[in-house]
């Protein structure tokens, strides 16, 4: 086995860093405070190439491995979650559905502007009642001539209501099966149709310069070329695009489990009680001991289910370890941290009261960790 990072893969996460450190962590917890989406970030972030890293050269992509798109996401996370959520959730849930199941007129159409984050695309599943229970989709679409008209609802979707939002890939029910549970098919319905409509959330605890959305769809108007893939075929796309985004979850994790780690490490070396830094404390050196090993453990679980979907293997189970896995060493991290910060890691002055804030969603987006528990133990054989 050889667990070693390629040249590219190596000057990748230096260049991401490095961009990193010296454009989005002087301007973080500003962003966080305003509450405020930053298109300049944004638009640098594609200029860098971090949109479309996994998608081909002949629709604007970088073609890289899926593990280079899993490192740049860790090291955006490492410094800012709300960062690194705009681009997993571009390339994971909105570039990655249609370059997987789109057709090629669709991916001509949308790709070339998605992989240079001058467009952003996003990807609705959640709806106000139907969370973990997706197939319990209300949002449905009717079969009208040469158009589908949509009705329903979407929450908790990002990148819907930018200004550089193109539109979003919408679940819907489009009638029943045989054994009577909803057909699901997917549909790219642009912004600007007559119908649609993306309004931003505010008041977040976390992601809080990340833009998130609630949609609505009323008597909404596609044509039917907008199917993504085949009618039926949503809910195994949804089902795949989840496998995939899982991935870059457990990146958002583990690099804010290292941001973390790193700022605690820097504050107990530097902050002194009884005439000696805090960290030659056994207490709090255990601490940081436990900080260090967990992270390496997620980092070796996290890439070797990148390398199984690199390799055109089976990833589902892995993919599910790695996110759950990933995001809760994160929690037991940011733990920590804000554990040997005191009562400094209770003031936003400090940045590890937002990370501490920040991870809460990673334990339930993409799959709460209670499904994940039910993915993993039946895939495992244990029902």
Known sequence: MDFSLSMEQKILRESVRTFAEK?????????????????????????????????????????????????????????????????????????GPIYYFGSEEQKRKYLPKLCTGEMLWAFGLTEPGAGSDAGACHTHAVLDGATWVINGSK??????????????????????REDGRNELSCFLVESGTPGYTAQSMRDKMMWRASNTSILYFDDCRVPTENLLGQRGKGFHQMLATLDSGRLSIGAMGLGGAQGCYEMAL?????????????????????????????????????YRACWLKDQNRSFTKEGAMAKLYCSEVMRRVANHAVQLHGGYGLMKEYDVERFYRDQRLLEIGEGTSEILRIVIARLTGAF
């Open 23 to 95: 454009e989005i962590r002087p301007v973080a917890r500003q962003l966080d405070q305003a509450e405020a989406f930053s298109y300049e970030l944004t638009k640098a972030m594609g200029e860098l190439g971090l949109f479309g890293i996994f998608v081909s050269e002949q629709y604007g992509g970088q073609e890289l491995d899926y593990l280079s798109y899993i490192i740049a996401t860790e090291e955006l996370a490492r410094v800012d979650a709300s960062q690194a959520a705009t681009v997993a959730a571009a390339n994971s849930l909105g570039i």
């Open 155 to 176: 929450i908790f979707i990002t990148n819907a209501s930018t200004e550089i939002s193109g539109g979003t890939t919408v679940m819907a029910s489009t009638g029943k």
């Open 266 to 302: 820097k504050y107990a070396k530097e902050r002194e009680q009884f005439g000696r830094p805090i960290s030659t404390f056994q207490a709090n050196a255990f601490k940081l001991a436990d900080m260090a090993m967990e992270i390496e453990s997620a980092r070796l679980l996290l």
